[in-house]
């Protein structure tokens, strides 16, 4: 069975300043992974996903994540915070046998100071 | 494109009712997904369809039941709700039922059950 750990359920960051959320996954199969952001009383959106190639991943909103085999992280990271990334985030992972079941992390919830 | 659409947005039950949580899709999706949120545990999946006829458990299923209608609409129904199942529920949708596709989510159903 997989698992995903999200280490800190709320981050705070000033506007401007760089953004990381951790993940952390286990699985006992090459992963696909998930980042996915849910803006209040809305459903979740897909941020980026890493399934084959390039561990280097680029999403929307100019979040990027890297897959790092040896550390079973996919850290979530933006150079710069708007006021528009306060939202939750969520890490998740899905394996090729096990169909598309999503497993989630318990989420990060951002909240961007002016 | 509507995308995943849910009904209704809200619902407060008593302990005992029934109720049946309708999903629709228009994005001519094959798989079609369950989840409820609760607050630090992430999305947990509650059932699934991989394609039009079949439905399967996911991490989650006590309490509830699915039909998958056709392959627009994927209902999820709890015959004698519960407080436990106070929750949010999302339904979501996927090309197909292979793990690296991308899911769709709806914009939610917040149950409360008194």
């Known amino acids: 069975a997989q698992s995903v750990t999200q280490l800190g359920s709320h981050v705070s960051v000033s506007e401007g300043a760089l953004v990381l959320l951790r993940c952390n996954y286990s699985?006992?199969?090459?992963?696909?992974l998930f980042w996915y952001v849910q803006y209040p009383n809305q459903g979740l959106q897909l941020l980026l996903k890493?399934?084959?190639?390039?561990?280097l991943v680029k999403g929307i909103n100019g979040f990027e994540a890297e897959f790092k085999k040896s550390e079973t992280s996919f850290h979530l990271t933006k150079p710069s915070a708007h006021m528009s990334d306060a939202a939750e985030y969520f890490c998740?992972?899905?394996?090729?046998?096990?169909?598309?079941?999503?497993?989630f992390g318990g989420g990060t919830r951002v909240l961007v100071k002016p | 494109n509507a995308g995943v659409t849910q009904t209704p947005k809200f619902q407060v039950l008593k302990t005992g009712q029934s109720m049946t949580l309708q999903c629709a899709q228009d994005m001519n999706h094959n798989s079609m997904y369950w989840y409820r949120q609760d607050p630090g545990m992430g999305l947990r999946l509650i059932y699934y369809?991989?394609?039009?006829?079949?439905?399967d458990k996911g991490e989650v299923p006590n309490g509830y039941n699915v039909s998958r209608l056709n392959k627009r609409e994927f209902s999820l129904r709890l015959e004698s709700a519960a407080p436990s199942q106070t929750s949010v529920y999302f339904c979501a949708s996927s090309e197909s039922d292979r793990g690296n596709n991308e899911q769709f989510f709806g914009p939610g159903t917040r149950l409360t059950v008194l």
């Open positions: 369809s991989a394609s039009e006829g079949t439905t």
């Open positions: 699985s006992s199969v090459p992963p696909y």
């Open positions: 998740a992972v899905s394996v090729i046998a096990a169909g598309n079941k999503l497993t």
């Open positions: 890493y399934t084959t190639g390039a561990t």
